[in-house]
């Protein structure tokens, strides 16, 4: 458990040991989330990825793709396209 105590404009400071685990580092923004009357908050970041993460959750199976190396060897044959080589 770590305390910290609210500002007067109303801002926290995050203990380091928190914001180590979190992978937080100035500039990053978080979000807070609420659920049951409790407040977490998380890393934004973090957030976004699981979001896309489950987006694409059976994608690839449905296109076609058996395993990340058939996923992988699709990538490179893309880029060798793009860059024309």
């Known amino acids: 458990m770590e305390i910290t105590k609210v500002s007067s404009k109303g801002q926290i400071t995050i203990p380091i040991s928190v914001r180590n685990k979190m992978n ?13 009357g409790r407040f ?3 890393n934004s970041a973090t957030q976004a990825f699981k979001r896309a993460e489950k987006a694409f959750e059976g994608e690839a199976e449905k ?14 044959e893309i880029r060798k396209e793009v860059r024309g080589y």
Do not use: T
């Open 24 to 36: 937080l580092k100035a500039g990053d923004k978080i979000i807070i989330l609420e659920e049951n």
């Open 40 to 42: 977490y908050f998380e």
């Open 63 to 76: 296109a076609g793709f058996h395993s990340e190396e058939e996923m992988q060897e699709y990538m490179k």
